[in-house]
Each structure stands twice: as structure tokens, then as C-alpha cells.
């Protein structure tokens, strides 16, 4: 089966400006999260969906921070405008309700200059 | 807020030596994950542990779940250079909502 697919792999952008993460989880998964890591450090989740609604998006920044999950399936997180401490690598799982079983992409790495 | 510590936080070790990583929360969780992540990847699920006081084996690996279901130990018999990475505990709760712990990386020297 194919695995979390994400894109771009890597993105340099200025401080104040915007970006915009995809993710297209594995086929039949409900849930998908958006989990940001910084370097070194664990990944801290973001927002978590459930088909296309949300299940928790307590840590979302949403002064800056936005995440869309249509027809539940893909799913996009933006963030604008970006900060210095916005750089880390935002990682998109995604889980059957049936099973404990994160599946997780390779990862989006943010430099904000 | 839930928090999970991990220790120790870095881990230089030689091929053979064993090892044991700790993972630690005053919060109580119902089921407790660990996995290894390695560089330019998503962390790739090891084990998940449901039962307070659950031993699980893989190969080399022990994975145990605190009687209290607050803590998991994850201990690395003989390690060997290709268990180099970071090692990130998990908690479960709720709404299948998983907490990752600080991580601890590892390398192991050939």
C-alpha cells in the first residue's frame, strides 16, 4: 500500500511570508495529524482530524496557523505569516479508527530566513 | 498538560553494550507507543504496549509499559550500528490523541 504522501520536501521562505504544506494520507486511514517538530526535539501536535472534522487543534498557533481537511481525504496546512520559530520539519500522519497505527510521511522542512 | 520526559536525552554507546531508554509522565496513558526515527524520515512505529506492566520483545528490543501506565522503559540488548537514531515514546489517549515524548537520540559506534 502506498505510504503519506507530502509535499514540498523543503521550503525556504522569508519571515513574514506564507506557506503551504500538503498531505495525502494512506487510502481508507479517518484520522490524519499534523505534528511540528523542531530540531531535536519530539514532534508536538498541531491539529488532528477525524474524517474531515476537527478533533483537537488546542496547540494550533491560529493566529497564524490554518488547516483545511475537505471531503476527508487530503489535507493542507498553512501558515502566514511565517516566524524564525516557525523552522521545523512538519510532519502529516495519518491512522484507521480500528488500530493504533500512526503512519507517518517523510516530512516538510520549513527554513524561515 | 500532558507531558512525557525521555532519558537520558543523547546516547553514544559501542557495538555490543546494552542500553535501556526511559520514558516518563505523571500523567496516566492508555496505551504507550515507541518509535525510531531516523534522519530526512517520519518516525516508523516500533511497538505498542496497552496492559500496565506489559512486556513486549521484538529481536534485541524490550519494551515494557509501567504498572501505572505513567511510564515505558525500551531496552536495546547487544546494540548494533544500524539502531542509531532517535527514539520517541508515545502516549495514547482519547480519541486516538498520541503525545510524543522529548526523544532520545542514539549512535552507536562500529
Known amino acids: 500500500e502506498a505510504g503519506v504522501a507530502q509535499s514540498p520536501r523543503y521550503k525556504i521562505i522569508e519571515k513574514r511570508q506564507s506557506v503551504a504544506f500538503w498531505c495525502n494520507p494512506i487510502?481508507?486511514?479517518?484520522?490524519l495529524y499534523w505534528y511540528q517538530q523542531i530540531l531535536g526535539q519530539g514532534p508536538k501536535l498541531l491539529i488532528q482530524?477525524?474524517?474531515?472534522?476537527?478533533?483537537?487543534d488546542s496547540q494550533l498557533p491560529k493566529d497564524r496557523f490554518s488547516a483545511e481537511r475537505l471531503k476527508g481525504v487530503d489535507s493542507t496546512l498553512k501558515i502566514q505569516p511565517a516566524k524564525l520559530e516557525d523552522s521545523a520539519v512538519y510532519l502529516c500522519?495519518?491512522?484507521?479508527?480500528?488500530?493504533?497505527?500512526?503512519?507517518f510521511g517523510a516530512g516538510s522542512r520549513l527554513t524561515v530566513l | 498538560t500532558q507531558l512525557l520526559e525521555q532519558s537520558p536525552q543523547f546516547l553514544s554507546i559501542q557495538e555490543g553494550e546494552n542500553l535501556t531508554v526511559y520514558c516518563n509522565s505523571s500523567?496516566?496513558?492508555?496505551?504507550l507507543q515507541w518509535y525510531r526515527q531516523e534522519p530526512g524520515e517520519g518516525p516508523v512505529l516500533l511497538v505498542t504496549?496497552?496492559?500496565?506492566?506489559e512486556v513486549k520483545k521484538l529481536k534485541r528490543l524490550t519494551f515494557q509499559f509501567g504498572d501505572a501506565r505513567k511510564d515505558s522503559s525500551l531496552h536495546i540488548t547487544a546494540a548494533q550500528p544500524g539502531d542509531t537514531g532517535l527514539y520517541l515514546c508515545?502516549?495514547?489517549?482519547?480519541?486516538?490523541?498520541?503525545?510524543f515524548g522529548t526523544g532520545t537520540r542514539l549512535k552507536v559506534l562500529a
Open positions: 487510502s481508507g486511514h479517518a484520522t
Open positions: 500522519a495519518s491512522s484507521p479508527t480500528w488500530a493504533n497505527v500512526l503512519t
Open positions: 504496549v496497552v496492559t500496565g506492566g
Open positions: 500523567s496516566v496513558f492508555s496505551s
Open positions: 482530524f477525524q474524517n474531515n472534522g476537527v478533533v483537537d
Open positions: 508515545a502516549g495514547g489517549s482519547g480519541t486516538y490523541k498520541y503525545i
